[in-house]
């Protein structure tokens, strides 16, 4: 009995699975950031200047998405939604520097927490305003893709497969340039265009860029829950095992309340 109650005593020990996930943490928040950010820097940009009448009316008409269309697609709420994710890397930056990292494990644990704790409030504020601009999105792509591969009766055959193999096999090029010298530049073919340059977004859909951030608070979540895990088998439980179980529920709360929204 002696020796069982100084066992409990005893500090943790350190478990270098945990500061793997935490490093993992931090690892998929950049990579999260960085699509994102790449998407809006590089075609939502040139999408809202093209959109605008910037290069043009013709090019504008042929488009086929309209300045509030693409607002929608890349404009205010997508933007709030990087905000939020630049300032929450900057914070794990911090965390990761070598004088920002506390030595102790627990210490660098409750820290993590401490940082995603801070940024609930204004993932809040970002994300809902975002989901509902992201469920207006999908029905208007849905209807614009369906016009676009549409079979026009009047359209023979050859001239629309011509048409789907250009979309598919876009040249690797310079888009700013190139697109002051198509004169057919759609939505989609200025996506391929812009994706076949960004090794950031080579081979995704606009779709798939645009569910991100619904996905995101869940798969945060199931991170988290991996930590509460490996310290669920520690012995004794480590002081964070508490918060961590506070803020793992804070975000089931919260992906369950964006997965209604969508």
Not at 38 to 52: E, N, P, T
Not at 69 to 80: K, P, R
Not at 187 to 202: A, D, G, I, P, R
């Amino acid at each position: 009995m002696c020796f069982s109650f100084l066992k409990q005593c005893l500090p943790p020990k350190v478990d270098p699975d945990i500061d793997a996930i935490l490093n993992e943490t931090i690892v998929s928040e950049i990579k999260y950031f960085t699509k994102l950010n790449s998407f809006r820097k590089h075609y939502g940009f040139l999408l809202l200047d093209i959109a605008s009448g910037r290069h043009g009316k013709e090019k504008q008409e042929h488009l086929l998405l309209n300045q509030r269309e693409a607002e929608l697609l890349c404009g205010d709420s997508l933007q709030g939604i990087i905000e939020c994710s630049q300032d929450l890397i900057e914070a794990l930056r911090v965390f990761n520097t070598k004088h920002g990292r506390p030595k102790k494990q627990a210490a660098r644990v409750l820290m993590i927490i401490g940082i995603f704790n801070d940024f609930l409030e204004r993932i809040n504020g970002a994300y809902f305003p975002y989901v509902r601009s992201y469920k207006k999105c999908q029905r208007m792509l849905k209807a614009k893709e369906d016009k676009i591969m549409n079979i026009d009766t009047h359209q023979s055959l050859p001239k629309r497969a011509s048409r789907l193999n250009l979309l598919k096999n876009l040249p690797r090029t310079r888009s700013k340039n190139q697109i002051s010298k198509e004169e057919n530049m759609d939505y989609l073919k200025l996506w391929k265009l812009v994706s076949n340059e960004q090794f950031h977004l080579t081979g995704t859909r606009i779709d798939s860029i645009l569910i991100m951030p619904v996905q995101r608070t869940f798969q945060t979540k199931m991170r988290f829950e991996r930590l509460l895990k490996k310290a669920g088998d520690m012995h004794p439980r480590p002081s964070y095992y508490n918060e961590l179980e506070k803020l793992i529920d804070e975000l089931g709360s919260l992906a369950k309340r964006l997965n209604k929204s969508v």
